[in-house]
């Protein structure tokens, strides 16, 4: 047997990561192996979950992957861990297309219960009828028990036990306000950074929930069979070797996309903020992240960026994700308008000018192949001249956009991030 559950809640702002964060350190304070996961694309909360765990945090994803492979991925990570916890994204029914991709759809997909975070500001008995909706919507799910956040007094959440009870959903607890325990955010979602006193603050999240949730009940509720997995001998299919960008400026990846990449050949990590000289690789993944916040750091290593640039030039394989394709751009316009030189090899800018936020599921359709991904920015391409080349994207609900997916050379650049933890696009576009 093993506890295992979802974490989800009515909607955003509930305060669903926090209460994960606090319950993962906790569980691992208890001296549980507990492997955490996250529904949907986010890959900043992977970190916290990380962070805050000890282990890595796995996405779980059904408009990027098939059912099977989510299946296949959580059972291999839960194989042998003492807990399994999956924050959810969003509202619980909240999905690409109705409940397709929701955090229900995964609940219901693993088998595994839900805990209900409950945003209890400015409510009281009334969240009966909320409950009894979420329980009785969907009757593929089974919800094991709510969480009541942001609650003011015991008095107050006396009010949600009292609902609870009506409705036959069971109280576990409630986390009181707390400003002291709230995480920075910085773009999607939440950002760690070492400014953040982040140990200090995950300590105290785990010593809040310890107070007023009870975490033992909540582990006895969620036991159930543990799923079954059946381990797969895999060998390197070819002897590439991989360059992968990693600092602070480069660190938005899948994991899943990462062991993919390690089936193919070896991985020499890089920093294109601090180290001058590329290792001796045959590809380079550049991944998304915050290359905005590094921009004269990029900028004046001036030994790397012309690196990359005659790497490419010279024929080199490189895949350039969001951040990435920022970085091969000419180049990053910040806020105030101000023009940072980088690596030169694409002819556009990337500009912070004028944020306007872009994001939403993506299908890749070119030739005979369709990958997916996800898009998520602030930036936007300017003075651009360069084009898609035949490869369409589209959303999750199949309407045709202007997002580019550029081929220049063998350089495979867009702001989408690729999920290929299920299909490698190493084979897609470079192994044909």
């Not at 619980?92 to 609940?107: H, K, P, T, V, Y």
Request: aromatic residues 10%; hydrophobic residues 35%; charged residues 25%.
């Amino acid at each position: 047997m093993l506890p295992q559950f979802l974490i989800a809640a009515p909607s955003s702002g509930s305060g669903k990561t926090t209460i994960t964060q606090g319950l993962l350190r906790s569980l691992r304070n208890k001296g549980l192996k507990v492997q955490p996961f996250k529904c949907g694309p986010d890959y900043i909360d992977t970190k916290h979950h990380e962070w805050a765990s000890g282990n890595i945090s796995i996405n779980l994803d059904t408009f990027m992957s098939s059912k099977s492979h989510v299946k296949e991925i959580y059972a291999r990570y839960s194989a042998e861990a003492d807990a399994s916890v999956v924050e959810g994204v969003m509202g619980l029914f909240d999905g690409a297309n109705r409940m397709e991709g929701s955090s229900a759809q995964i609940a219901e997909l693993l088998d595994i219960p839900i805990i209900l975070v409950v945003n209890a500001k400015a409510t009281a008995y009334s969240v009966a009828p909320l409950l009894y909706g979420y329980k009785h919507f969907y009757p593929g799910i089974k919800i094991a028990g709510a969480i009541f956040n942001f609650v003011n007094s015991e008095s107050h959440y006396q009010f949600m036990k009292d609902a609870c009870e009506d409705v036959g959903i069971e109280a576990l607890g409630y986390v009181p306000r707390n400003e002291k325990i709230n995480l920075p955010e910085r773009h999607l979602g939440l950002q760690i950074s070492a400014e953040d006193n982040y140990e200090e603050t995950i300590n105290a999240m785990a010593e809040h929930l310890e107070k007023t949730v009870d975490i033992d009940r909540l582990l006895e509720r969620c036991q159930s069979d543990r799923p079954e997995f059946k381990p797969k001998s895999i060998e390197k299919s070819s002897n590439l070797r991989i360059g992968v960008a990693k600092d602070e400026a480069f660190n938005f990846t899948y994991h899943e996309n990462l062991k993919a990449l390690s089936e193919l050949g070896d991985i020499t990590y890089f920093s294109p903020i601090k180290d001058t000289a590329l290792p001796d690789v045959d590809f380079i993944y550049l991944a998304g992240g915050y290359p905005e916040l590094y921009l004269d750091q990029l900028s004046e290593n001036t030994e790397m960026r012309k690196a990359i640039f005659e790497y490419a030039q010279s024929g080199g394989k490189i895949l350039a994700e969001c951040g990435g394709m920022m970085y091969l751009s000419q180049h990053i316009i910040d806020k105030d308008g101000k023009k940072h030189p980088m690596v030169g090899f694409l002819n556009q800018d990337a500009s912070m000018e004028n944020m306007k936020l872009k994001l939403g599921y993506r299908k890749i359709s070119f030739e005979k192949e369709t990958l997916f991904g996800h898009e998520f920015h602030y930036s936007q391409l300017v003075n651009s001249k360069e084009e898609s080349d035949g490869i369409n994207v589209f959303s999750a609900r199949d309407k045709q956009l202007d997002t580019q997916v550029i081929r220049k050379k063998n350089v495979l650049a867009s702001y989408i991030h690729f999920y290929w933890g299920e299909k490698n696009i190493y084979n897609s576009f470079w192994n044909k």
